[in-house]
């Protein structure tokens, strides 16, 4: 996972000069249905080949996808405004734009003809006329004259270095690996905790073979980042950008949502039940619904009512009479686990949901790895959840559920593993629909309380976390169960209530964390992605798999709890708060960091659904996902990914191609392996956001074409206007964007043959275009009637 969203990112960021120069317009395609803003193609037009052959492009061989990107040499410099006197050859009287733009003289690279992009598209779509479209969105977009000012300047700036960061931390430009670690042998690496509370790894020759970014790095950078993203100007571009991007998705929707939906139902083979998709964000004790769990319950007291289950010597029966519950409490009602009111902004009163009837006793036996019957309930209990997963209902769900390591004693890591890897009844804890996480509560303030009489420091903390890993690691042969687990580990997750008070950010080591005081967030962040970055280095030079980072994180609490998760995460669950701060929220967007967001969570704990900031997000095109959180607490049904769709899709109006997108992204952001992940969403998905399988995502072109467009067109902005030119930017971009755009106003105006308005509308054919300064053209088809089209014809 954390290799490969590295690598999206970075190709994504290496070819932004070239995306858009060499998008295919591939939605530009005969259709016979007409819409507001979508312009039809004639069936008979000989026009389409110079029509489409102006638009730069190139296919990578699966013809079903669009790859946005060329294979030509990245960061290419932007093609220069060419000679407004030279033809274009492609688009036969193009009337001139209404700004000053000059079309290229020169054919875009890896240009491709209409002919052979028609037949790629068209080859492996279930329909010979693929549903077409034209999005003018993109022309939102752009800059004029005299809009570059010195703050977007100065904004353009402190964005880019914040994405400098988020590549020194998050994509591991600020660390070191020494290549020799690769040929060390592991009996011959050491390991200590550095006195900064650092993993160490050296070797006799070798005095250290990763070096990470220290917390006086981090802290600086940290505080610098607070800065930027609370600065005026990067705060209003910020959030003009974003309004930007709500705004084009409305008008692509208002102008597309009718052929995006033609377009879906033509995907034969595919739909949205088909479309795997990853329930990223699952606390294991909380993963069965309240159904199923009560109906384990009763079904336990009726069939081993005399199996001893606590250390004390109680039987299961005795524990229900002592607390005077019979088989008439087994209802969802008595058990009271399900959310309600009284939880909302109280999270004390949320864990306590956790324990049926409030006894904590009930939470020890049924959802514990650690107590006397080692598990065995929560293990039957959680294989019968992966076997809802698993079966075969038409619809493909896929789970991450977190087991918690928790770092107050040493063997939490090996009572984990054994209590995955036994060989209960039907096999270990293990499905090939599940991925585990580990998360680890930020509960200094317990742990602490616990060793009240010893001196303990933080340091103690992240040497039971991180030892047992470090150890099974160098040592398997000594460590089995745990280095099997850590094999089907794919992430790190924090977990807490990030409303807690916390102590100002600082720089000081684990060592000198005595007092009972919560640590910052970020403080505790560092650590964690310090510690896992080094196992990672050691893990991926061994040819090991590696974990990513992706904990809580804008919840609740301060916002800037996102400013440390975008410096040093791949993704995070929840993210709601980015809602508050618009540099933040667009720094996300640019770098598609990933939100798993629970809205119905949410709606309990922290923020009612008509509040939710979901929507939003997903319509500006950040990278979000739907997940459940805690099917026990918040869900009715047994499919509760199933139940997280449905109620998102009617609160927040989302269209089946928008459930298919947030599906996809889901599993982007999963650590589900390469190889499954190139089934699921086509071979080159590590493009990221440019690259569709239209038949695997059943996300129609357009869509993906539009969500590919903007996203580069800000990289491109922000890069050319922090390089300072000035309003040279606009003539930076039109050389960027005109073939493109040549190709979108050409085909307009070639069809405005058929517009029944021959008053109003420039013809082909016509010696002179209107004047461009005129008032544009209503181009509207709700009128139209039966006879306008015979009469249109008949011209
Ligand atoms: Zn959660």
Redesign the pocket.
Known sequence: MSKMSNNDLTHLEESTNDVIASLPDTNLHRSSSIGQISIPISSNSSNSSTQTSSMAGSMAPPTLCIPITTDAPTNAPPAPPSDSSSPTPSVPKTPKPHHMRKPSSKRPRDMMSAATLNENLNEGLSSSNPPTSLSFTRSLMFYGHGTVTTENFQACKFLQEARDMRKKYCMLKGVYTSPSLKSTPLSSIQYSFSKEGVLSLRSSSTSSFLKIPSIFDFMSDYNRLKQICQDGATRSFSFTRLQLLSSAFKTHIIANGHVEMEAQSRLLGTDFYRTPKVDN???LAAAASAKQFVDFVREKLENEPDTVVLEEGDTLKEVFDKAGLDADHLTIDAFNVLADYSVYQRFDNFNSKYSPFKLAQMRRIFLKVDNHIEGRYFAELTKRVFARHEQDKGHRALTEM?LSVYGMERQEWLQNAKWVLKNWEGGPVLSKKNKWLVQIPRLWRIYKFKHKDSVSSFHDMIENIFTPMVEATLRPEENPEVAELLKNVVGF?S?DDEGNPEAPCCTKHPKEWTTSENPAYAWQLYYLWANIKVINGLRSSKGLNTFAFRP?AG?TGDVMHLAATYMLCESI??GINLDKQVSLQYLYFLDQVGLSI?PL?NNFLFRKMKDSPFSKFFRRGMNVALST??PLLFHLSDDPLLEEYSVARASFDLSMTDMCEIARNSIMQSGFSDTEKREWLGKYYKRGVKHCDVLKTHIPLIRAKFRAEHLALEHMMLKLIASDKGDGVLEMMMGQYGASRDAHRGILYENFITVPDGETVWMPGQTEPPSMDAPQPSVSFESKTEDEDENNKTK
């Open positions: 964000h699952i606390h977190r997750d977990v809580h919840e669950n929840h629970s969570s959180d805690d």
